[in-house]
């Protein structure tokens, strides 16, 4: 379950670890992301998704995988590995090898561009992720917020307004063609903004 203790998310907080994207937007256009992760705040979420997202497990991480689901106004949603699906828990995929606790903290000032391991239940993660595309305070308390956009908001954009089909699946492929760690020498303050076109 959550964790009583509650920290908040302010402009001091560090991004001790960063995540590259390289993706293909209907096979044509290329474009790229990087977040920023909050190892101090939510260390045991920040590994967990890198080791779903690094060629390290029996899986090959998100290289290939799909942008699966686009909600204009909301989020996208990505990281189904191959060989998994898509209600699968971390017990098998977690760099713990089984559950993995909710690491809680109320996100103050949230605004857009965060991203959150989508969760199945309580201490239950899926290697899905999901970045919001606008403020979402509902999710402060039912989903571990551990990353922030730093880089790539065109291509976020361009994400954003592909079209879907009823389903939210876009209709020409969002591929996550290369992806990996960004080394961080020295942790930085992630910065908060108010509107949706800085972030």
Partial sequence: MFMQQREEITEGDLVTHAFFCQVSIAGRKDGHFAFGLFGELALKTVEHFMYCALEQNKYQGYRDTLIHRVVKGYYLQGGILKGTKADETCDENSIL????????????????????????????????????????????DTHVLFGKLIDGLDTIQAIENIKVDEDDHPKKKVKIKTCGKIIVDDPFPIKTRSSHDEF
């Fill in 97 to 140: 090898g089984g559950p993995l606790e909710n690491e809680s903290y109320k996100t103050k000032q949230i605004k857009t561009a965060w991203l959150g391991m989508l969760d199945l239940g309580a201490d239950k993660k899926s290697c899905q992720f999901f970045l919001t595309f606008v403020n979402t305070p509902w999710l402060d």
